[in-house]
């Protein structure tokens, strides 16, 4: 009976020896974000911390694939996966724009698009009067940006962040700005300007990973088994 648990014992470290190996050796899979709480984060000291940055590593770990994170404008990350420079960019929502070059993974964390705006506004933003006479933003290479584009909005910036949003927000630079309700709710609540503002809900845009299409025919089979791990990643946030 001992020998038996032994056998075992050793058949099991063999495995995760090997396991281990393979990963070591393995190419690390190149994924890009961008600085942005609370989805993504890298601090000073390099470490990297965010509630859709964890589950993509939850995932990577249960995959046994080394991964390789970088942070980078947003715009430059996306373009990098088209050009086929990088594996695939996070946290993303889906566009038919990068479905042309990239495919995206369920949902890694939730997003609603919500129009913020300053607490004493009863601007309407739906309406067509608005639509053609207010000023409005959204952030650079974001697909709400494209979205107010294509939709005929009256852009006035397009800044690099939430934080820059709100500040021409509260400085009635714009009428409203269009966000990301985590990310700009995190810059709301670091300025402490919940009194400030009030918004209203567009619509829900989970946010997943792009994998570029180019990464995806030299491994078919990755796309299927990212997602079978998301759930439980996903749950443990």
């Not at 495995?15 to 070591?24: D, R, V």
């Not at 859709?52 to 990098?80: G, H, S, Y």
């Not at 996070?90 to 990068?98: L, T, V």
């Not at 009863?122 to 933003?137: D, I, N, W």
Request: proline share 5%.
């Amino acid at each position: 009976m001992a020998d038996n648990r032994l056998t075992n014992l050793k058949v099991k470290l063999g495995i995760f020896c090997l396991a281990s190996a393979l990963q070591a050796g393995a190419v690390p899979v190149k994924l890009l974000t961008q600085q942005q709480l609370p989805y993504s984060n890298q601090l000073e000291d390099g470490r990297q911390t965010g509630i859709a940055l964890e589950t993509v590593r939850c995932v990577m770990n249960k995959l046994q694939r080394p991964v390789e994170i970088k942070f980078l404008p947003w715009k430059r990350a996306q373009n990098l996966v088209e050009l086929g420079e990088a594996d695939g960019f996070f946290s993303a929502s889906q566009s038919n724009e990068r479905d042309r070059y990239a495919s995206l993974t369920q949902m890694i964390a939730p997003q609603q698009w919500r129009w913020y705006f300053r607490r004493d506004s009863h601007a309407k933003p739906l309406s067509e009067e608005f639509r053609q006479s207010a000023m409005v933003g959204a952030y650079f290479g974001s697909n709400m940006l494209s979205w107010l584009k294509i939709s005929g909005y009256r852009i006035y910036a397009s800044p690099p962040g939430h934080d820059q949003l709100l500040k021409m927000l509260i400085a009635g630079r714009v009428e409203a700005v269009l966000a990301s309700d985590l990310a700009m709710n995190e810059s709301i609540r670091l300025t402490h300007s919940e009194q400030k503002i009030r918004s209203e809900l567009l619509e829900d845009k989970p946010l997943g990973v792009y994998f570029g299409h180019r990464f995806l025919k030299e491994e078919p089979e990755f796309l299927a088994r990212f997602n079978a791990e998301l759930p439980l990643c996903r749950s443990k946030l």
